[in-house]
């Protein structure tokens, strides 16, 4: 597998730390609104990143943040008059029915910030103590200067970043660059104690953290928007290889921009799009094949017209597993087809094209035109049957199904029915959405009712919700559901 790697600027050969592992970590949203589609695009495309490699016999290790903590969640919060903590939780609900409805997997891990300011707190003492931080007033800044190594991933100098950027002038920084690790308690903010005094965290210093307790540091992949590259992630290597003195990510990859109209997608520009905007207009299907129709690192032009394309596209997929299961579902004839042999190895050559393209950099653009010719084949084949299911017929399409599923579990456009293993084609998103923002809602009141000390009600809930096959976990990360057995 050949990877591009941002901070070498070239595709290497994928070579994970641990055989047969794949360590990953995500930078997530920031939650103070509804995920709008440059958010969509990295949790889709590190979604099917991720499915690939277990396709591939990986076991992997998938960690993706929620920031919770943040200047936009204080501010939105205090414009609404609610708890930014609390606001930033509701935000986190509705991320993972968003998330739900495109079919993206849950990560293994999804710290929040709030809930690792002690390893926070650890990670920033490391730093001073290596001599690359200091404290003022409360604040605790990152001194950038004393990091040789800064610049290597965005590939500026600290001259040119200092030129471009626009820096809030701060008198008591010792360079206008230097960033904050910790700041100082205002009235109106959440805040911690520290060996500084109450605060709370710096943005960067938040992932560093986190990456390092879920994963340890020389994990394989960090992932995230291009938009990252600097200052997040320039900070995060900063910060990291300061307080450890060692590499802290393998692999930095980066996927592209979302355009409108070649414009780069932004609030300033009015040409914003909230992805619960987008589903209320597109199936969620039909998104997700739109949002890897175009290879991760190029940038991703967005209208309704390209949707409406997309959804013709995919149609063509399902209009030939539909087919498919409605010949699977006919009795088997008596009879030789001597096509079937000839095609069953045809068909086999689309899942080395397929695996080729994925290989290349997840070059899913490429692996889309495969499952295309894939879905080709199988309709010419069906068209040759005149309705017969003869036992070599049989054995074709029971291979063809198996490859449309696993090109499938890679690229995770559709849902697959537990009970009979076929793919669902109809009214794909709406009953699982549906159930995990109800049983959320639920989990809420159980939360609030614990709040009050209400065990009763809580002990009422959790009860009754494990009488309908629902079992509530409890964990440091928050409450956890499955279905039971």
């Avoid at 070498?8 to 592992?21: I, L, N, S, Y």
């Avoid at 619960?276 to 039909?286: C, G, Q, S, T, Y």
């Avoid at 175009?294 to 309704?304: G, M, V």
Wanted: charged share 30%; glycine share 8%.
């Amino acid at each position: 597998m050949q990877v591009y790697n941002t901070l070498t600027r070239a595709k290497e050969e994928f070579v994970p730390r641990d055989k047969g592992q794949v360590s990953m970590y995500v930078c997530g949203p920031t939650t103070y609104n509804f995920i709008h589609l440059g958010n969509a695009r990295p949790l889709v495309f590190f979604d099917t990143a991720r499915r690939y490699f277990i396709y591939k016999g990986y076991k992997v290790n998938y960690v993706q943040n929620f920031t919770d903590v943040d200047d936009k969640i204080i501010n939105r919060a205090h414009e609404e008059k609610t708890d930014p903590l609390e606001l930033a939780e509701k935000y986190v609900r509705e991320y993972f029915v968003d998330a739900d409805a495109l079919n993206v997997l849950r990560a293994d891990t999804h710290p929040k910030v709030s809930e690792h300011i002690t390893e926070i707190i650890d990670l920033i003492k490391k730093i001073q103590q290596q001599g690359h931080a200091y404290a003022v007033d409360g604040d605790v800044y990152f001194a950038v200067r004393s990091f040789a190594g800064y610049g290597k991933l965005s590939g500026r100098t600290l001259e040119d970043m200092q030129a471009g950027a626009r820096v809030e002038v701060d008198p008591r920084k010792k360079d206008p660059m230097d960033f904050a690790l910790w700041k100082a308690a205002k009235p109106g903010e959440p805040s911690w104690d520290s060996p500084w005094g109450a605060g709370r965290p710096g943005w960067h210093i938040e992932c560093s953290a986190m990456a390092e307790k879920y994963l340890g540091n020389g994990f394989d992949i960090h992932g995230g928007g291009f938009d990252l590259i600097f200052p997040h992630h320039e900070n995060e290597i900063a910060q990291s290889e300061a307080a450890c003195q060692k590499p802290f990510a393998r692999y930095w990859m980066h996927n592209g921009f979302i355009t409108v109209n070649q414009e780069k997608m932004s609030k300033s520009l009015g040409n914003f799009f909230l992805v619960r905007e987008i589903l209320d207009k597109f199936p969620a299907d039909v998104v997700r094949w739109y949002l890897l129709s175009t290879h991760y690192r190029s940038p991703l032009d967005f209208d309704d017209e390209k949707l409406v394309m997309a959804g013709k596209g995919l149609e063509r997929i399902k209009t030939a597993i539909r087919l498919l299961y409605e010949v699977m579902d006919l009795p088997i004839n008596e009879g030789i087809d001597t096509q079937a042999e000839d095609v069953i190895e045809k068909i086999q050559t689309h899942k080395l094209e397929f695996e080729k393209a994925m290989d290349d950099d997840f070059n899913t653009a490429l692996a889309i035109s495969v499952f295309f010719e894939l879905a080709k084949d199988i309709n010419i084949y069906l068209s040759k049957l005149n309705g017969k299911l003869t036992p070599e017929a049989k054995e074709f399409l029971d291979q063809a199904h198996a490859l449309v599923k696993e090109f499938n579990s890679v690229l995770g456009i559709l849902k697959e029915d537990k009970m009979t293993g076929r793919l669902i084609l109809e009214g794909n998103q709406t009953d699982d959405t549906l159930t995990e923002g109800l049983i959320q809602l639920i989990i809420k009141i159980r939360r609030d009712a614990r709040a009050k000390k209400d065990w009763a009600t809580a002990d009422a809930i959790r009860d009754g919700l494990k009488g309908l096959g629902i079992v509530l976990e409890d964990t440091p990360q928050g409450v956890r559901w499955k279905k039971q057995g």
